[in-house]
């Protein structure tokens, strides 16, 4: 059992946490990352702090299944209790608490995947939600399948199932959220528009007048979109030009196409502009990045003391 309540989390992301145990093990799907602290376990609600904090590109969504917890973040107290979940900007200080004994998933998504499929993240985030629909058993059950059988699963196949579970996540997330009746207004219209502009990625050309001419609206609104949406235009396409190449270059499907080439396909005309454009977000090169991303197993431990938090941030 989780006994005593604890906190201890990110305190601002230049301040380094100091872990008192060994961080708990974290499953590596793809780009998707899952950790579950159960009562039978010696790991504490406390250590999700260090893993947010090596984490600041992504959202965790943190999935309470029995006692109760806290965290505090950007202002906000939110507690948790048995069938309620909350999404974490992991890009943001952030405490976490254990209110009594408890059982917790948590899910580690990149903010650009979350982001595309989801309208407003920021509206609904550090807010407690229910997670008791049938959409949120069947992402549950999902989390928990693939947990205990990751260990059998190919790397290819991982990334597969990673977007899969980001799909199905979302459709719960949307399920039990006020954006779900929002599909006939502006969350259709920016859900057609980042599909159009991801599906035309290549195109070096893409701005915002062949986006809002091919989604019938009026670049003023388009941009008008996006803002609410907590991003320009032209910041959404650069940085889903990037993380997409992030993702390509840790594919082991696509080991054998060359960096310039991967550049290439998400749209940058200049491999020297990719090039400088990845090691500024990530803070690392695309060749260093892709050769980390191969030495990864599927199923990875994170060290207790963790590495620097991810570069980049996000809106």
Avoid at 4 to 17: F, H, K, Q
Avoid at 54 to 59: G, L, P, S, Y
Avoid at 81 to 109: N, R, W
Avoid at 279 to 289: D, F, T
């Amino acid at each position: 059992m989780l006994a005593t309540m604890a906190s201890i989390g990110v305190r601002e992301l230049r301040e380094r946490p100091r872990l008192r145990a060994s961080a708990p093990p974290v499953i590596s799907l793809g780009t998707v990352e899952l950790v579950t602290l159960a009562v039978d376990r010696p790991h504490t609600i406390e250590q999700l702090g260090t893993l947010a904090y090596q984490r600041a590109d992504k959202f965790v969504i943190l999935i309470v299944e029995a006692g109760a917890v806290s965290v505090a973040q950007r202002g906000r107290q939110c507690r948790l209790q048995e069938g309620q979940y909350a999404l974490f900007d992991c890009g943001h200080a952030a405490i976490f608490s254990g209110l009594s004994d408890h059982s917790v998933m948590a899910i580690f998504i990149p903010a650009i995947l979350l982001q595309a499929r989801l309208r407003n993240v920021p509206t609904i985030a550090a807010q407690p939600l229910a997670c008791t629909g049938s959409p949120w058993r069947i992402a549950a059950n999902l989390v928990k399948l693939l947990a205990s059988e990751i260990r059998h699963i190919s790397a290819p196949t991982a990334f597969g199932y990673a977007n899969q579970l980001v799909e199905m996540v979302s459709i719960a997330v949307e399920s039990g959220t006020e954006l779900a009746v929002e599909r006939s207004g502006r969350n259709a219209i920016f859900r057609r528009c980042t599909a159009y502009l991801r599906g035309h990625l290549a195109d070096s050309s893409l701005d915002p007048q062949k986006i809002a001419d091919a989604t019938g609206i009026s670049v003023r609104y388009l941009h008008k979109v996006f803002q609410e949406a907590g991003e320009t235009v032209c910041e959404y396409l650069r940085t889903t030009r990037l993380d997409t190449a992030r993702q390509e270059l840790a594919d082991p499907l696509k080991a054998a196409i060359q960096i310039r080439e991967i550049a290439h396909r998400v749209g940058f005309r200049s491999q020297a502009h990719f090039a400088a454009s990845f090691k500024q977000r990530y803070g690392i090169s695309a060749s260093e990045w892709r050769k980390s991303a191969r030495n990864q197993p599927v199923a990875s431990l994170v060290p207790s003391n963790g590495g620097e938090p991810g570069m980049g941030g996000h809106a």
